[in-house]
């Protein structure tokens, strides 16, 4: 079954740091393009970053540009998300999503990880 | 502040088929065909309708189907069916980021 399993989220103060993981099983992660997507409670979606399947180009809203850096162990089957200098604004149930091999739609997500920025 | 638009919210009654809409500029929607449709029930993870404005993935129902014209693009929800309430949300490449979502839309069977 192909799945995307997140993990690391959790409680943060203002200006702190935390690394979101993201396993991948079912299907060989170096073949496909990755993203993050996130969506603050009771809000809606938002893309956060995205990377190639190689790990060779990566992308950032400018929300998050020069804070987050996504990064990827294909051997490890493994997507990543550095946060730092994270703001109360940055709470929000973060996503990994595959990119489809052909086109730009999203077509496998994890179940989310809560991220609470908070003093 | 979401560079597209969708209408915060549409209903139909069983049976009946609804639309909702995307717009964008000739910068995201209008100028790539590059159009994706999610449908999100409360509590869980968005699930891909509709790729590439009219392409639809395996395992989803051909209830389903996507259209595009000019900077608008469109989701046809046909034979509409209680499971279907949901939020959808489109998103679009644009110009400046590979992806832009859209505010979403709130759709409810009657």
């Known amino acids: 079954e192909v799945q995307l399993l997140e993990s690391g989220g959790g409680l943060v103060q203002p200006g702190g740091s935390l690394r979101l993981s993201c396993a991948a099983s079912?299907?060989?992660?170096?073949?496909?393009?990755m993203s993050w997507v996130r969506q603050a409670p009771g809000k809606g979606l938002e893309w956060v970053s995205g990377i190639t399947a190689s790990g060779g180009g990566t992308y950032y809203a400018d929300s998050v540009k020069g804070r987050f850096t996504i990064s990827r162990d294909n051997s490890k089957n493994t997507l990543y998300l550095q946060m730092n200098s994270l703001k109360a604004e940055d709470t929000a149930v973060y996503y990994c999503?595959?990119?489809?091999?052909?086109?730009?739609?999203?077509?496998?997500w994890g179940q989310g990880t809560l991220v609470t920025v908070s003093s | 502040q979401s560079a597209l638009t969708q209408p915060a919210s549409v209903s139909g009654s069983p049976g009946q088929s609804i639309t909702i809409s995307c717009t964008g500029t000739s910068s995201d929607v209008g100028g790539y065909n590059y159009v994706s449709w999610y449908q999100q029930h409360p509590g869980k993870a968005p699930k891909l309708m509709i790729y590439?404005?009219?392409n639809r993935p395996s395992g989803v129902s051909n209830r389903f189907s996507g259209s595009k014209s000019g900077n608008t693009a469109s989701l046809t929800i046909s034979g509409l069916q209680a499971e279907d309430e949901a939020d959808y949300y489109c998103s679009s490449y644009t110009s400046s980021s590979p992806y832009v979502f859209g505010p979403g839309t709130k759709v409810t069977v009657l």
């Open positions: 590439d404005v009219s």
């Open positions: 079912g299907f060989t992660l170096s073949s496909y393009a």
């Open positions: 999503a595959r990119r489809t091999v052909a086109g730009r739609g999203f077509d496998c």
